[in-house]
């Protein structure tokens, strides 16, 4: 006891009960025990007053709130960041949105076009999957998602069948233009990888 009463504290408002270190260790020596339990005594309590489970719906209110029947518990899920943003990689998003709107612009003209003096469709149907192409080309280079490259790979195999499709509408400078920004995209969108989480060591 005297080793407790002259012990530096971390706090100066915590103090040791001397009653409690007293009782405790009372207690913990099974011969200073004064009386002995009835394990009899016990055994009939028992089975008189069985044990009975409470569930939430007989407890009271919480902070004002009921207890939910079915409580969910999602667990935090692994939050990876992208590499920040390189000047290439924002130029080839801005090159993708450009053919974006190009192949939407022509797109409805197309389809003014199909109005009026009944074209083909497959064309309209081409430009408006240019344009969703590129679009998911910028969505994959903001945004982590599964497969990235592979997805990548494959907008890029749209944009390159949309364009030769339409070969008859462009000429060689503009289908260089939107095949060589959507291989430059997915090129962007291949190097820009998920950045590693330096270790915390304040934890």
């Known amino acids: 006891m005297v080793h407790i009463n002259t012990a530096i504290r971390p706090y100066s408002f915590i103090e040791f009960d001397n009653f409690i270190q007293k009782t405790k260790q ?3 020596n099974p011969r200073s025990l004064s009386t002995k ?8 309590e028992i089975r008189l007053r069985p044990p009975h489970q409470i569930s939430l719906q007989e407890l009271g209110l919480e902070n ?48 003014e076009s199909l ?4 074209d083909d469709v497959s064309c309209i149907i081409a430009f408006f999957l240019g344009t969703a192409a590129c679009l998911y080309q910028c969505y994959l280079f903001v945004y982590s998602t599964s497969w990235r490259n592979m997805k990548s790979f494959l ?11 339409l070969h008859e ?10 095949v060589t920004v959507g291989a430059f995209t997915t090129l962007q969108i291949r190097l820009r990888r ?3 989480k330096s270790p915390d060591y304040n934890v």
């Open 37 to 44: 339990m009835n394990l009899a005594d016990m055994q009939t």
């Open 64 to 111: 004002g709130v009921r207890h939910k029947k079915d409580t969910e518990y999602k667990g935090i899920a692994p939050h990876q960041r992208l590499e920040p943003v390189t000047p290439t990689g924002l130029i080839s998003c801005l090159l993708s949105l450009l053919c974006a709107g190009l192949n939407l612009i022509r797109g409805f003209h197309a389809l």
């Open 155 to 165: 907008a890029f195999g749209l944009i390159c069948l949309c364009n030769m499709y």
């Open 169 to 178: 509408l462009r000429n060689l400078w503009q289908l260089f233009f939107h």
């Open 115 to 118: 109005l009026q003096n009944d």
């Open 26 to 28: 009372r207690f913990n």
């Open 194 to 196: 998920m950045q590693s």
